[in-house]
């Protein structure tokens, strides 16, 4: 008997960005939807660190700039970014903001749309519950894409937010 094979979406290619001023967790993958279920496609995932005795404009300077050249070598259409949170200071509320002020102007500049979600929702659509360890986040992106080992900390978390917008929004449109 023939079987036919599921209808597959056109691909997207999204950018996860887990921001910060001196470690940025990025993650592409490509999504498509199918009939029955979203498929994920791991293609790279890594840490851009700045030197941490430069100024904070030179460092996300370093950042984006690092940012930028993957973008223009995986070309992705969409940025899925962690939103800001009440952090453990005043001061590290305000450099998550600059860093992610920062990426999102880049992913603004290079025509990507870019999306936000809570940390919360982060956990909850990737690992099942909102309060969900780093170390849980990253055993879970390694079973979603069949990876020998959980990825570096904000490296995993780039996936979680990309994989988070990729079934949010396989999820709105039904």
């Not at 209808?7 to 997207?12: H, K, L, T, W």
């Not at 973008?71 to 903001?97: N, T």
């Not at 879970?140 to 990729?166: E, K, T």
């Amino acid at each position: 008997m023939l079987q036919l094979a599921p209808q597959v979406s056109a691909r997207v290619r999204i950018l996860g960005v887990d921001p910060g001023t001196l470690r940025l967790g990025y993650a592409v993958i490509e999504a498509a939807r199918t009939r029955s279920h979203v498929e994920l496609h791991y293609l790279e995932c890594g840490v851009i660190a700045a030197p941490a005795r430069d100024d904070v404009a030179a460092r996300l300077f370093t950042i984006a700039s690092e940012l930028g050249g993957v973008i223009d070598e995986f070309a992705p259409r969409q940025c899925a970014i962690e939103r800001a949170f009440h952090g453990k200071s005043a001061a590290s509320a305000l450099a998550l903001g600059q860093a992610r002020g920062a990426m999102m102007l880049l992913a603004a500049q290079r025509g990507l749309s870019c999306h936000e979600y809570a940390p919360a929702t982060i956990k909850r659509v990737v690992a099942g519950h909102g309060a969900a360890t780093k170390q849980a986040i990253a055993l879970r992106v390694r079973q979603i894409f069949a990876l020998l080992q959980p990825p570096a900390s904000d490296a995993a978390d780039a996936l979680a937010i990309a994989c988070c917008h990729a079934l949010a929004t396989a999820a709105a449109q039904g």
